[in-house]
């Protein structure tokens, strides 16, 4: 009877290397693609939303089948959310694609940092793609013109057929809308009107980039003031760059929840989108009649607007809402998932356990970021930074998360 013979612990060990790898290739590529396809389709063939699409369900394909072994707590989720949708599907009398899109991106990205990630690679992961957005950043503010024959933002958004080519470019510039700041940028204003957008071709995704990588590199360097103030500087100049306001606004908002992580139960993060919503809602309807502008407190007033304007039945999710509601996140999300689902939906995210200090510091300021986002825009749901931020908070649940620093400290489950 001949041997059988069984492979050695470092192909063993090379092979996980090389899947992980792959997990975070995966991800960078949700965060990059939109901007390889732009180039692509400036200068080799025109793009259609089918690839767009394809592309999108290309990673996250990929991203499941890297996961096919093993993943029962996977499957009970996509399970759980699917059978939902297919309820919602039948009382509309029709499949919304983008509503189950929305949700499969961070259902797979977090179960894949949680299989292949670690706080080690969720590190050299922001760095990546934090230098890759500055490079190019740099290139876009440097050489404009030149940049965008190569990478045309307007043609993409109206090959892609997202957005009324009308809306892409009141600047003259060939830049996305918001790529000027006609009244004058916030941060540094000698730099000028020019709001850089670099690899997600729209400022707006990059101020939710920097305030994701601002975050996390707090999160990573919290012991250390002087080494956190030196790291802190990539993404300064990310905000700085995109003229990020509120992104910024709601990144330095870490610096206070970390602090306070200990003190922070899980109630107060299971109450807080649904307290907006009430809020914004209140607030509508005492100024049903003010025009808003494009302030926060503007959005904050149009989001109100768009909220109590929603019946019941929309509120369920159970009629579609065919008006556009995208200025208005918490108006979409209770449009495409219904209360019941956001009840169920964030009670997952809110009260499932966590591994450590680091994920619950964390997992708290992914929930402050995601509120606050939803009140000026369904950005949230965007792979472009989905899947980054979804990747980075399993990470520090995957088994091998802690570092030599967490590793001092006694694990605890955060109840």
């Known amino acids: 009877m001949s ?26 590529g949700g965060v990059v693609f939109n901007f390889v396809l732009c180039i692509v389709n400036a200068k080799i063939f025109v793009i259609s939303p089918a690839i767009v699409m394809l592309a999108e369900m290309g990673l996250i394909g990929a991203s499941l089948t890297l996961m096919a072994r093993n993943t029962t707590a996977l499957i009970v989720v996509l399970v759980g959310f699917l059978s939902y949708a297919a309820f919602l599907s039948a009382m509309r009398a029709s499949v919304d694609a983008k509503a189950i899109r929305d949700v499969i991106i961070p259902i797979t990205f977090l179960f894949l940092g949680r299989r292949f990630g670690s706080a080690a690679m969720g590190d050299r992961l922001v ?6 957005v500055l490079i190019v950043g740099v290139c876009e503010y440097s050489f404009l013109t030149q940049y965008l024959k190569i990478v045309d933002i307007r043609a993409y958004y109206v090959a892609r057929g997202t957005v009324d080519p009308a809306s892409i470019d009141t600047t003259g510039t060939g830049l996305f809308a918001s790529g000027i700041r006609p009244e004058g940028r916030t941060l540094l204003p000698f730099l000028g009107a020019h709001r850089v957008s670099s690899i997600f071709l729209e400022p707006v995704s990059m101020g939710n980039f920097g305030a994701v990588a601002f975050s996390w590199i707090a999160l990573r ?25 509120f992104g910024l606004m709601v990144s330095l908002t870490c610096l206070i929840i970390y602090p306070l992580a200990n003190h922070i139960g899980r109630i107060v993060l299971l109450l807080a989108p649904f307290i907006v919503i009430v809020a914004l809602a209140v607030n509508g309807f005492i100024n049903a009649d003010v025009i808003w502008d494009n302030g926060l407190q503007g959005r904050m007033i149009l989001s109100g607007q768009m909220l109590s304007h929603l019946d019941f039945w929309e509120a369920m999710g159970f009629i579609p809402v065919t008006r556009f509601v995208s200025d208005s996140g918490y108006t979409y999300t209770l449009a495409k998932f219904g209360l019941l689902g956001c ?3 964030w009670s997952l995210f809110a009260l499932a356990p966590t591994a450590n200090e680091q994920a619950w510091r964390y997992r708290l300021f992914v929930g402050f970021y995601i509120t ?12 472009k930074t989905g899947a980054l931020v979804w990747f980075l908070s399993g990470c520090l649940e995957a088994p091998d998360a802690e570092d030599d620093l967490s590793k001092m400290q006694k694990r605890t489950r955060y109840t």
């Open 127 to 132: 760095d990546l793609c934090v230098w890759t």
């Open 3 to 28: 041997a059988v013979a069984l492979p050695s612990y470092a192909a063993i060990e090379e092979r996980a290397a090389t899947t992980r790898l792959v997990a975070a290739a995966l991800v960078f």
């Open 343 to 345: 009840i169920g939906l």
């Open 221 to 245: 360097n919290f012991s250390s003031p002087a080494r956190l103030a030196v790291a802190l500087l990539p993404a300064v100049a990310v905000f700085v760059m995109a003229d990020a306001r």
């Open 372 to 383: 606050s986002l939803l009140i000026i825009s369904d950005s949230v749901y965007s792979i």
